[in-house]
């Protein structure tokens, strides 16, 4: 199995910035790709961005010019940054990571942080 622990969620001001972590542990082979998803009150659990391993990295629209995601293969992390922040961006933010192993395509997801944002 992977454990995904993330980090780096909190309070801050509108146009205010964060950086969220997520380290891998476990059975890290066979990984396709890592990311990040969020899910607001209310609302379904919708993709930020995510980085496929070889290729480039996609985002959300919404994200686009003020989020950016990379990754430390060395480390199995993946980070986002998040610069420009508005309240529409307040959600718990979760870490993902695809897995494509014996022929078996595996999802795993981390505890999620809380990112809030205050106008």
């Known amino acids: 199995q992977v454990q995904l622990v993330e980090s780096g969620g909190g309070l801050v001001q509108a146009g205010g910035s964060l950086n969220l972590s997520c380290a891998a542990s476990?059975?890290?082979?066979?990984?396709?790709?890592m990311g990040w998803f969020r899910q607001a009150p209310g609302k379904q659990r919708e993709l930020v961005a995510v980085?496929?391993?070889?290729?480039?990295?996609n985002y959300a629209d919404s994200v686009k010019g003020r989020f950016t995601i990379s990754r430390d293969n060395v480390k199995n992390a993946v980070y986002l940054q998040m610069n420009n922040l508005k309240p529409e961006d307040t959600a718990v933010y979760y870490c993902?990571?695809?897995?494509?192993?014996?022929?078996?395509?595996?999802?795993?997801w981390g505890q999620g942080t809380q990112v809030a944002v205050s106008s």
């Open positions: 993902r990571l695809g897995r494509y192993w014996s022929g078996i395509p595996e999802v795993f």
């Open positions: 980085s496929p391993s070889g290729a480039p990295s």
């Open positions: 476990g059975s890290i082979f066979g990984i396709n790709s």
